[in-house]
């Protein structure tokens, strides 16, 4: 089963967006920062994405996937921001990074997160 690590500080959005992730077949933890989301990462549990909101307190989105990455170079990330334009700017983001700009609807992040993997099936990398 696919794992997702979502770090949110909107609580009912990550609520919401949890659920709807494990409906369709997901294993997702959430948390509301990526200071929760260190401990889980480092503890060698193995994530497949890191789907993350940008603007957080403590830790941005931006620094907590660069250090995911550091950890498990093979983790994909999906930023989900409404604040896109500005967070992105300096070249800050991780590799190979995805971004879903909210407002969103729910079957358009299903359909990315789905899409990110079918295509690694299709490359036999999962």
Known sequence: MIRILLA???TSMREYLQRALV???????AVGCGTEAMPLLEGGGKYD?????????????????????AIDP???????TG???VALQGGR????AKLLSKPFH?????????RL?????QHGRL
């Open 23 to 29: 409906r369709v077949g997901y294993d997702v933890d």
């Open 49 to 69: 994405l890191l789907l993350t909101d940008i603007v957080m307190p403590e830790m941005d989105g931006i620094e907590l996937a660069q250090k995911a990455s």
């Open 93 to 96: 983001t991780a590799p190979e």
């Open 117 to 121: 993997f079918q295509t690694e099936d």
């Open 106 to 114: 729910l079957k358009d992040l299903v359909m990315e997160v789905d």
């Open 83 to 85: 604040f896109a334009a």
């Open 8 to 10: 949110e500080d909107d």
């Open 74 to 80: 093979a983790i994909r990330v999906m930023f989900i």
